[in-house]
């Protein structure tokens, strides 16, 4: 699904240089739930935004679902990420003026798809990150872990291919969470899904079948855990 | 240094009502390490935000430093917050302006401080959450959890008498947010600072001496453990 080799990724501050990705190799089969795990500014989030064709690196091969992204036009690039991908965003990225059920909505929006089909699939998905007593509220009147779980139906309703969590259950009890990484997981189950997500989260990290090791830039080491 | 009693907290959206707080009884001592558990949207951030004098109560009583907050205006607000508390907002607030040692700076600017002791305090804070090298970066040029740990900084860098912290922890790593963790006990050993900290994180309620459990607008027990 995903194959990411020898990766690099600078940014320019003026007379200093921060390399935030120094060789990052990555490979990903489809149904992979894969943990991304490291020290806050390792470069996780830069990971996953080039994974999610958000951002470009400076040097490296990535390659989607077999095809090398490097050729592509941004709005090749957009039409790969819409029909395939879903991202829940370290600060959420929820449009302030959109209800939480329209924010969830609008990728079946971009999408096309009919009007039924979206209330079904939002309806579906509300109930799902349990928020249905708050789906008319918009995001300045939710709680930080109800922000959160608008982010995450967000990214599932689209039943997409791939499936990219930058701390998705950085701000949720246990209970809570918990219910989200089981929601993951049957959508997995059911699609074949695969997952990489960057996490903090012992609990989260715990319940994935790859653990990906991040420290200055590099994956170093992927231990594989099987889930019984 | 806290007392809150019988804090009601209600938000109208049109024809629904939303019951924040019900009943809500909290006591502060001076030197107390308390944290506050609760379910993602049981109201654990409203609360904070009532006893950080940023929002007021339906109905209750609220007292700090032993004195009634109901009677004072918004001036005296602002001067008893900036004088004695400190904030870690669960969603940072960072001025995006500013680089991280102006933000970490900006209370001190805020209280009158001359130019040398800000610059002593800023340097040994940056220090302390391990952002020497990302100093002049602005917050969309770091990462979430570096962000996260500016928000600490500049709650601390006052030595206020009590920091309120919403979810402090929340987007680190464990080894830094043990660091963060020993760093909020150092401020309460050496200036018997007083914390009142929302997390959903076990490795900082494990380090708290007091745990106020919140369900649903409620704060129901509180487990005194004695930190050996
Ligand atoms: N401005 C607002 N208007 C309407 N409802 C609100 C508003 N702010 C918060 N709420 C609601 O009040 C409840 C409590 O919110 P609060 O932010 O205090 O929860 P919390 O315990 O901090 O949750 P989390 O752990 O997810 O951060 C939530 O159900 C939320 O939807
Ligand atoms: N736009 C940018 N310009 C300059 N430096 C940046 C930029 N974005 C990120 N960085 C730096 O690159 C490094 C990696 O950042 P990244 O956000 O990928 O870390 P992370 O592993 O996601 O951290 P966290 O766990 O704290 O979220 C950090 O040191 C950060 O300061
Ligand atoms: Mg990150
Ligand atoms: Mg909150």
Redesign the interface.
């Known amino acids: 699904v995903l194959k990411m080799e020898n990766i690099r990724k600078t ?1 320019d ?1 003026g007379d200093t240089q921060v390399i935030a990705l120094k060789q990052a190799y990555l490979c990903l089969e489809a149904g992979d739930f894969a943990a991304l ?5 390792s470069g ?2 830069t990971l996953l935004n080039i994974c999610g064709l958000l951002d470009s690196a400076n040097d490296g091969e990535l390659e989607f679902l077999g095809q090398p992204v490097a050729g592509l036009n941004n709005r090749q690039l957009t039409l790969l990420r819409r029909e395939n991908m879903g991202f829940v965003f ?2 959420y990225h929820l449009l302030p003026v959109l209800s939480a059920s329209e924010n969830i909505e609008y990728p079946l929006l971009l999408k096309g798809e009919d009007v039924k089909t979206r209330q079904n699939r939002v309806a579906e998905l509300i109930e799902q990150v349990g928020l249905s007593r ?1 789906a ?2 918009r995001p300045d ?1 939710l ?4 922000r ?2 608008v982010a995450i139906a967000r990214a599932l309703v689209n039943q997409p291919r791939l499936v990219i969590a ?2 998705p259950t ?8 918990t219910q989200m990484i089981e929601l993951m997981h049957a959508l997995g189950k059911a699609q074949g899904t695969t997952f990489l997500i960057a996490t ?1 989260d ?1 609990r989260m990290a715990a319940r994935c079948d790859r653990v990906l090791n991040m420290r200055d830039g590099e994956i170093h080491e992927t231990t594989e855990i099987a889930v019984h």
């Open positions: 940014y501050m795990k490291g020290p806050s500014g996780k989030s370290q600060s708050f008319h509220h009147h709680s930080g872990g109800q959160q779980r930058d701390e950085a701000n949720l009890d246990t209970e809570t969470a903090h012992e």
